[in-house]
């Protein structure tokens, strides 16, 4: 569990949060500019999604559900110690603070659940909110794929590969 100052809780999901994380994670997805995903999680699909990844974390703001982590490997085998993650925020929570509580949190856990490193595969170039965020937590841009990334309104959009060693490590 992390708290910070502005009463941001961030912890493990619970059976009783599933509700919240789907209608969080659902407006990002509807929303079209961030994630991949093109279908919003039913009640039983947001079930075996969130408990499917390594850790799922909920972030409370003065005890409301006001965002999201989600946590997994990047890949398999050799590979395996990569982690990917990705946070959505609630419309109506952006804008204090929640978006860095999260990527706080999953830093300050990944190498306690055995990754070395954090990459984010298809972070959108119109994100700039997010850009700005995990740049100042000291992630690396690696590059960029051109078009990588469909939005809502069928527009291609550039997308950044970014990648941080987890706290901790050397």
């Known amino acids: 569990m992390t708290e910070t100052a502005m009463s941001v809780l961030v912890r493990p999901y619970t059976e009783a949060d599933l509700p919240a994380l789907r209608d969080i994670w659902n407006a990002v997805v509807e929303a079209g500019d961030a994630f991949p995903q093109e279908e919003p ?32 490997p990047n890949n398999i ?3 395996g110690h990569i982690a990917n993650a990705s946070y959505a925020v609630s419309a109506r929570f952006r804008g204090k603070g929640i ?42 841009r690696l590059g960029c794929i051109p078009g ?22 050397p």
Not at 48 to 55: D, I, K, L, P, Y
Not at 148 to 169: H, L, T, V
């Open 77 to 79: 085998g050799r590979c």
């Open 99 to 140: 978006g860095e509580a999260l990527v706080r949190a999953c830093l300050a856990c990944g190498a306690s659940l055995g990754f070395r490193v954090l990459q984010f595969n298809a972070v959108v170039a119109t994100n700039v909110a997010a850009i700005r965020l995990y740049e100042k937590l000291g992630f690396t």
């Open 148 to 169: 990588g990334f469909r939005d809502r309104a069928g527009q291609y959009r550039d997308i950044y590969p970014y990648c941080r060693k987890f706290d901790g490590i």
């Open 41 to 72: 999680l039913t009640e039983e699909t947001a079930r075996v999604f969130f408990a499917g990844q390594t850790r799922t974390a909920i972030a409370l703001l003065d005890g409301e559900p006001a965002g999201l982590f989600i946590l997994h």
